[in-house]
């Protein structure tokens, strides 16, 4: 049997295009290691490579609340998101020329814990670009958390330098693991990008350390503000806000009034300012968290997000529900239809009421800085955790 010339021409091209289909999938096969499971909501990874997007926080749409501190060598980090059926992966990013290695958390927000065999390629190849915490070889480490971006007319979701090489503020913390030999180094870098977005209406804010000092991040008025004379805490409200500000007038330096408590020495905050009460306990236990990473973590276990529906916490967290009309200068009973319809939802424990679920912990890392590990505890169990080195 013969075959035309033409013939023969399309079948080499087609097997061609197949070959390159299966060599592109066996190189990006080869990129990362396969999710191995830890728990049930906790996976490793180990990649070799990824291909770098900076717009990649596009596509996340949910918020998020989270605490952060920094004390001595250690570093802690809540991240607070709804109580869904949702993995998250320990991911090791070796180093290459140009990128410093590291180890952080990162989750695919759409994506659930019993999926994670049906996740497509192209997402688990992607997944550093979603890294929510980390520190890099270098010992800087770097998390995000929420503010309230309407507080700002939302000005901060746009651009903060016009002109220089865009970054979504999802990629940030990616950004600076990959290329920091220092916090300040850091700094310097997120002053040449021009940083848009944030998560949903909410806007982001970063705090960056290493063992000499520690910078709160923050996007105000369409300017990269950088402090690292702050109290080393971070909860959801704008830290770098001076006397200065035209939001000032919303509250005095001292003695600010939230939800019907005066919490005395507190960065300026603005109307829907949360996390609140987590900021002053993690202010008044601060040392705690500079004695161990066992410290840190007990320190961090202080605002693990659940007791914001328990009726016994003292004071009672009003800032976490300053959302739509309510705000820090609304009465404490200005708030209880919200709570307890909250409240009433914490009680049934089911992960599938989307998308007004209560919120947890996902996740509490403990950083250290000196020695570039990570201790995590998940979804709010503080009775084992995982170590983690980055060798």
Same mark, same amino acid.
């Given at each position: 049997m013969t075959i035309s010339k033409k013939a023969f021409r399309l079948f080499l091209t087609a097997l061609m295009a197949f070959s390159f289909a299966v060599c592109v999938s066996a190189a990006q096969a080869a990129s990362f290691t396969a999710p191995k499971k830890l728990d049930n909501y906790l996976y490793y990874m180990e990649y070799t490579d990824y291909p770098v997007d900076l717009s990649t926080g596009e596509q996340v749409k949910t918020g998020f609340a989270c605490s952060a501190v920094r004390n001595g060598n250690f570093y802690g980090r809540n991240l607070d998101l709804d109580y869904a059926d949702v993995p998250e992966f320990v991911i090791k990013v070796a180093a290459k020329e140009g990128r410093y290695a590291s180890i952080g958390l990162a989750a695919i927000l759409t994506l659930k814990s019993n999926e994670v065999d049906k996740v497509s390629e192209s997402q688990l190849l992607a997944l550093p670009n979603l890294t929510f915490d980390g520190i890099n070889e270098n010992g800087v480490a770097m998390n995000c958390n929420v503010c309230p971006a309407v507080d700002l007319d939302f000005a901060t979701l746009r651009s903060t330098n016009y002109g220089k090489p865009r970054i979504h503020a999802v990629s940030v913390v990616r950004y600076v693991l990959d290329h920091a030999t220092s916090a300040a180094?850091?700094?310097?870098?997120?002053?040449?990008?021009?940083?848009?977005?944030g998560y949903g209406t909410w806007g982001l804010h970063w705090m960056l350390s290493d063992e000499k000092e520690t910078y709160i991040i923050e996007c105000i008025d369409g300017e990269l503000v950088a402090r690292n004379d702050t109290d080393k805490i971070m909860t959801n409200f704008y830290v770098n806000y001076g006397s200065?500000?035209?939001?000032?007038?919303?509250?005095?330096? #001292?003695?600010?009034?939230?939800?019907? #408590?005066?919490? /005395?020495?507190?960065?300026?905050?603005?109307?829907?300012?949360?996390?609140?009460?987590?900021?002053?306990?993690?202010? /008044?236990?601060?040392?705690?968290?500079?004695?161990?990473?066992?410290?840190? +973590?007990?320190?961090?276990?202080?605002?693990?997000?659940t007791q914001a529906y328990e009726s016994d916490t003292n004071p009672f967290w009003y800032t976490e529900f300053t959302d739509g009309n309510l705000t820090i200068a609304s009465a404490?009973?200005?708030?209880?239809?919200?709570?307890?319809?909250?409240?009433?939802?914490?009680?049934?424990?089911?992960?599938?009421?989307?998308?007004?679920?209560?919120?947890?912990?996902?996740?509490? +890392?403990?950083?250290?800085? +000196?020695?570039?590990?990570?201790?995590l505890n998940i979804q709010e169990d503080y009775s084992r955790h995982y170590d983690f080195k980055l060798d």
């Open positions: 180094h850091g700094v310097e870098l997120l002053k040449n990008m021009d940083i848009y977005g200065y500000s035209r939001y000032s007038k919303f509250a005095a330096q #001292k003695g600010q009034t939230a939800a019907g #408590k005066t919490y /005395e020495n507190f960065p300026v905050l603005t109307p829907h300012a949360c996390g609140v009460e987590r900021y002053a306990i993690l202010k /008044e236990h601060y040392a705690e968290g500079g004695e161990s990473a066992e410290g840190m +973590a007990r320190l961090m276990e202080r605002v693990k997000y404490p009973m200005d708030f209880t239809p919200v709570i307890q319809a909250c409240i009433d939802t914490y009680k049934m424990h089911d992960r599938n009421i989307q998308p007004n679920n209560f919120w947890q912990t996902w996740h509490t +890392a403990v950083y250290d800085l +000196a020695n570039r590990t990570l201790r």
